[in-house]
């Protein structure tokens, strides 16, 4: 049996790995259990309560739903601009932001997905979060300049105290709000006079 027919046989809750259930007709449905299905959809109400938009924004307000498909409708039909992590589909979604894989970056697929989709936003490789490197800021600006060719407003991420200092004035920055995840260690103050876009949630 193929990949896929194993994957459509699966529930559609990414963390149970059990077998979907089948419908009276002997069809496979998409869940294991009604407790499944009612899971499926308390998250996708938490969901749309989550991403309510003001009437009027004033900033862009971008969502990434972590290649999650009906999240990506309902944040479309709410009026968010729509992000995605490199890899990902778009399931046929205009795409404005364009993320990088944070763990196993890889630039040439994600300078690709930068060339597919033509985002207002993009960010290139994140800088290291274990040492300041000439090295690694040379590194992200020759990548910030190939994609700058694909986007309007290509991202440089810093990650630590000291990088932001290495980089020209005119680089746009990208704050990555500390999570458990991964973020930003330095201080704020260092962002002083420069062009800060603050970053993005991704649900999924």
Known sequence: MSKMANDLRKCAIPECSNPARLSSTGRTGKYCSDACKQKSYRERKAFRNAVALPSKPRLDLIVCTGGNREFLRIACE???????????????????????????PNFERHKRTTMKYRPKYAVVPDLSDK?????????????????????????????????????????????????????????????QNRRVHPAWREFG
């Open 131 to 191: 040492s300041v490197s000439v090295a690694d800021v040379e590194r992200a600006l020759l990548q910030y300049e190939q994609i700058s060719q694909y986007c309007q407003i290509p991202l440089i991420v810093p990650k630590l105290p000291g990088q932001i200092a290495l980089l020209p004035a005119d680089v746009a920055i990208g704050f990555s709000v500390p999570s458990s995840y991964g973020g930003a260690r330095y201080d704020l103050y260092e962002l």
């Open 78 to 104: 709410a009026g968010y601009m729509l992000g995605l992590r490199s890899g990902y589909a778009s399931y046929g979604y205009d795409i404005q932001f364009v993320d990088s894989e944070y763990q196993r």
